[in-house]
């Protein structure tokens, strides 16, 4: 069957190896018994030209598996797609084996990492709650936007993307920092939220923003146009975190920086100083966040703790 043929085998392996991890901790002799069929006598059989041709891919195939060794971790970075194809093609691998495999292995690639954050997301309802303490009077002073501004450099003519802009609350400050000649890209994967934030820039007058409906993979910018992503109390609640890092990087200009402004992973960071929301609703605490972003095309610039007890600003750069 096509579904399980070359362009899909193609399309996981290109995956696996842009998440760079490998999620099945076998050795090579391991991986290939378990999709290894031994094969009719006359069809590989000892001697035969078609064993020899077998052998000789085995090795060149084994050779360069050995090469691809991921630095730092020990582990291997798996090319599927030539495995799959090896032993569909010499040892009639059954249409059974490679189905579970594939389906497994996507299972992996796939998975979401944010669901409990991202109960409260669920119905227009649940969102027109959240949406009256995002735009809260009270938020100026927990949130003290205009010393995050400073804090990230923002200067006039900078084209900058707030990712999760939610109901807009920091294009007000973002307009006013770049000027006329800068401009804002304000995305959301909400249309009420970004409803929202259209209705707060008309209201203000706001002339440099842009808006941008993204999906939980992609926040759809534009490539190379960026010279800052802000991603504001949102990083937790990014499903795929990897999808959406590729794609900012792709959107930042080079040397272009994503600063990530989040809760600490602890015990009163999120309201009441004995209160555990923020353990259960923040998926990472501070260094893993830094680990997972580094990973993924970025280096760390500086990591600072922005509001006491609460949250901590880090700033990358784009490699």
């Keep these: 069957m096509r579904m399980f043929g070359r362009s899909v085998v193609g399309h996981i392996s290109r995956q696996v190896n842009r998440q760079a991890e490998c999620a099945m901790p076998l050795s090579f002799p391991e991986a290939y018994q378990a999709f290894e069929k031994p094969l009719p006598r006359g069809h590989g059989s000892v001697g035969s ?63 979401q990492v944010a669901v409990e954050a991202n109960t409260g997301y669920k119905t227009p309802e649940a969102r027109a709650t959240i949406a009256k303490t995002l735009s809260s009077d009270e938020r100026d002073s927990r949130q003290r936007p205009k ?32 000027g006329n000649k800068g401009h804002i890209v304000a995305e959301d994967i909400f249309p009420d939220f970004l409803a929202k934030a259209k209705q707060l820039t008309a209201s203000k007058g706001l002339k440099n923003v842009e808006f941008i409906q993204g999906t939980d993979k992609n926040p759809s910018l534009k490539q190379n146009s960026l010279d800052l992503a802000l991603v504001l109390d949102v990083y937790h609640h990014f499903d795929y975190p990897a999808a959406m890092l590729a794609a900012i990087r792709a959107a930042l200009k080079n040397n272009g920086r994503l600063a990530i402004c989040e809760y600490y992973k602890r015990v009163g960071a999120m309201g009441d100083p004995t209160s555990d929301r923020a353990v259960k609703h923040i998926r990472l605490d501070e260094a893993d966040v830094i680990k997972e972003i580094e990973a993924n095309g970025f280096k760390l610039v500086k990591s600072d703790e922005f509001n006491p007890k609460s949250q901590y600003l880090a700033i990358f750069e784009k490699q």
């Design 147 to 178: 010393e995050l501004i400073a804090a990230l450099g923002v200067k006039p003519g900078m084209h900058v993307a707030d990712i999760g802009t939610g109901v807009g609350y920091m294009l007000p400050f973002f307009s006013e920092a770049v």
């Design 49 to 111: 030209v078609r064993d020899r041709s077998v052998i000789a891919r085995e090795r060149s195939f084994n050779h360069r598996l050995s090469q691809q060794r991921l630095q730092g971790c020990g582990k291997t970075k798996w090319h599927w797609a030539e495995c799959l194809s090896h032993t569909s093609r010499t040892c009639r691998l059954p249409f059974t084996i490679s189905a579970i495999s594939l389906i497994l292995l996507c299972s992996t690639l796939q998975a």
